[in-house]
């Protein structure tokens, strides 16, 4: 269990609400939406060579459909009979019958919580480093050698401290806190039939459906089924390498050495056990999900089994959140434990945990294969965007650019000099990052001419993108048929490399920030929407001809119709989109259900919170990031009130002492100017006129008189527009 001391009431509260909005499903409905999506995944890409960023097919999802359906019979019909032969059964049974009945499950010397599930899978990948030297062995063998011959695994087995959460596949978490009747226990030893019968209690009502008599592309069982099912406890695996701690990992607690105890070495899970209070089973359940999806970067989506004393539950975990399936009846209904077993026997390595991308693209004609480096994780939570942006390691240095042509060249793996690396779950309803760049630099040299340079130098030069529809988080919901709102689809990119604002000088931030101001304010007469400026999404690229300021990540962006009329985006224009700690204020203090319409201002007031920012180096991050809205609103807001133009604060950044003065009065009269807006004290909102307030006080220094223009002035003069753009762009 998760040692409580280690959790802070805010994330417990965070896991809480995250779990509170879980689907629930019938568990027969689970193994068919995992089957069909296993043949979206994996079967029809294998057979029919589809390619992962192919749009999905009508035909697609009803072969999926009859291929769960088809295979789910098979399987059940495998479980059945597997149930109903004594020698096969005997451990599984045996197992079960001493964990609910026969053994006084010893207690935890130790009187604390540990955090570790009960049982664990696998990777193969994983089994062949604890076991060196014993080939590529198949499922079965392994299950033949821990299992039949624990002996031997053990003095194999150098490495089993060592595993982490990046080498589990799922895992279990079993609360055995009551004794079953004998009478309930006898059911494991009567025949079952091929319909499993209602259960009652805490199980929802559940009946499994008939097994086909069709037997087509059926694979029987290999050996006994007891071979790939234990109630062995595993050691806790060692915390992932990430990039930051999360709140429920404790290091200092320390790792047993025995990985194979039988369940008179699990602790019986019940209140009345120490002074501390157990975390409910479903956040334990979803602690453990986090663990799983935060162990590596193209981690999908993770699963958890738990086992309440006879009641059994699967529980879904990706990015749009959780799917738990109603309990069953392990006794009652043991070949639906079987048929489960039989299935996760099945999945391939897209369906147990990792995306499996081919990392190759071709950048500036030149074939580029490339990984990810191992530590690239997510500041990642149950539910979200996911972002990851790092470096990619390449082979070297046969090209310029630090890429190989694939041919045979010995090198070893090194980061990228030019290439930068991003993925996201972006929302499924919003338009791919990739499209909308590049219809702004469209637009940009279309409409801007030989100005297009203020917009096309700013923006991020996209060498790769893809999507992959075959993981999107709604396919499993549309599967269940349950609501899919929010579903999300990973999409990753290589990018030329840029740097951070932090590596600009102070001497130089204000002329490059109106570059930002610049390229953003032509970007909305463009009609492009940014709606997330933020310190980290400005950075620098280096180029021949000098150093640009950038504005990076388009996740959150719009493409708004191009008509005079129509300025502010029409689909999700309402949403408070945005980094907290650089928001404008207005986005933050609405009342939840308010309706406000995303404006350049909004934008424009951001990189105002970044200029703050670089300036104090970040020093009130930290209450310009946590809590709700509305509460960071108050504090940002309080912190404009309270500074002092002719005070630099105390953590100012060296060389900026200049700056401060005009940045806080700019602050403050930015802040009064949206509260006389607010009160209808004046009409002096034009995206004009709020570009000259920061003039004002933080004035653009002026280009050579051969590249000035007025560009505060530009706009789009409608029969100029291009039919293309009259019409709003619609999700492809």
């Excluded at 451990?91 to 570790?116: H, I, N, P, T, V």
């Excluded at 702004?440 to 130098?457: F, M, P, S, T």
């Excluded at 604002?501 to 102070?506: D, K, N």
Aim: net charge negative.
């Amino acid at each position: 269990m998760v040692d409580l001391a280690s959790l802070s009431s805010s994330d417990l509260i965070f896991v809480e609400e995250s779990l509170s909005n879980a689907q629930i499903v019938e568990f027969t409905a689970m193994i068919k939406a995992l089957l069909a999506l296993k043949y979206l995944r994996e079967v029809e890409p294998e057979k029919m060579g589809a390619q992962p960023d192919e749009p999905l097919r009508a035909e697609s999802f009803e072969k999926a459909r009859k291929f769960a359906g088809e295979q789910f019979d098979v399987l059940l019909e495998h479980a059945v009979e597997f149930c109903n032969e004594p020698q096969r059964s005997v451990d599984l049974k045996k197992a079960l019958q001493e964990a609910f009945f026969d053994l006084s499950l010893s207690e935890d010397s130790s009187g604390s919580m540990k955090r570790r599930p009960d049982i664990i899978d696998l990777s193969v990948e994983r089994l062949q480093k604890m076991t060196p030297g014993n080939g590529t062995n198949m499922f079965d063998q392994w299950a033949d050698l821990i299992t039949q011959h624990p002996d031997e695994f053990h003095e194999k087995d150098s490495t089993r401290n060592n595993v982490t959460w990046a080498d589990i596949t799922h895992c279990w978490e079993l609360e055995i806190s009551k004794t079953l009747d004998k009478r309930h226990l006898a059911r494991l030893d009567e025949r079952y039939d091929e319909t499993v019968s209602p259960v009652t209690g805490e199980s929802h009502g559940h009946r499994c459906l008939h097994a086909s008599k069709d037997l087509e592309d059926g694979r029987g069982l290999k050996g006994d089924l007891s071979e790939h099912f234990s109630v062995s406890r595993v050691d806790e695996p060692e915390q992932c390498s990430s990039t930051r701690k999360r709140p429920y990992e404790d290091d200092s607690e320390p790792v047993s050495d025995d990985s194979t105890g039988g369940p008179n070495n699990k602790k019986r899970k019940t209140e009345e056990e120490g002074s501390e209070p157990n975390l409910p089973l479903e956040v334990q359940c979803g602690l453990y999900g986090l663990e799983l999806l935060c162990s590596a970067w193209d981690r999908t989506h993770s699963m958890v089994i738990l086992l309440r004393d006879n009641q059994l539950s699967i529980r879904w975990h990706d990015c749009e959140g959780c799917i738990a399936t109603s309990y069953i009846d392990v006794v009652a209904q043991l070949p639906l434990l079987v048929t489960m077993i039989l299935l996760f026997q099945r999945l391939g390595t897209r369906m147990r945990r990792q995306a499996g991308w081919a990392l190759q693209a071709v950048v500036d004609g030149v074939e580029v294969k490339y990984s990810v480096p191992a530590d690239a994780l997510s500041h990642r939570g149950l539910i979200g965007r996911w972002p990851i942006a790092t470096t990619p390691l390449v082979n070297g240095p046969s090209h310029p650019s630090g890429l190989t042509n694939g041919g045979n060249i010995a090198a070893t793996l090194k980061p990228s000099g030019d290439l930068f690396f991003k993925l996201s779950w972006r929302d499924e309803v919003r338009l791919d990052e990739t499209h909308i760049i590049q219809t702004a630099k469209e637009r940009a040299k279309y409409y801007l001419g030989e100005h297009a340079g203020d917009v096309l130098n700013h923006l991020p030069d996209i060498r790769y993108s893809e999507s992959d529809p075959r993981l999107s988080t709604g396919l499993i919901r549309e599967f269940l048929g349950v609501s899919k709102n929010g579903a999300r689809i990973p999409s990753f990119m290589l990018l030329q490399k840029l740097h951070s604002l932090y590596t600009v000088e102070p001497a130089d931030i204000v002329a490059k920030m109106w570059e930002i101001i610049h390229c953003h304010y032509l970007l909305w007469q463009l009609r492009i929407a940014h709606r997330d400026i933020s310190y980290g999404n400005l950075m620098v690229r280096s180029t021949n001809n000098g150093a640009y300021r950038v504005v990076n990540d388009f996740d959150l962006a719009a493409i708004i119709m191009m008509t005079p009329s129509q300025k502010y985006p029409i689909r999700q224009g309402f949403e408070r989109t945005g980094t907290k700690a650089f928001m404008a204020l207005v986005l933050l203090l609405a009342d939840a259900d308010e309706r406000i319409q995303h404006r350049c201002a909004h934008d424009l007031e951001s990189v105002i919170w970044c200029l703050a920012w670089y300036v104090t180096q970040g020093e009130t991050g930290a209450s310009w990031q946590e809590g709700s809205y509305n509460d960071v609103g108050f504090v940002k807001g309080g912190w404009i009130d309270n500074i002092r133009p002719k005070v630099l604060p105390a953590c100012y950044r060296a060389g900026t002492e200049q700056l401060w003065t005009p940045l806080a009065i700019t602050a403050y009269n930015w802040k009064r100017r949206q509260i006389q807006v607010f009160t209808h004290e004046t009409l002096q909102y034009s995206d004009k006129a709020n570009v000259e307030l920061i003039d004002s006080q933080l004035p653009c220094l002026k280009r050579p008189l051969s590249e000035e223009w007025d560009w505060k002035a530009f706009k789009v003069k409608e029969e100029d527009i291009r039919e293309e753009d009259w019409v709003l762009v619609k999700t492809t």
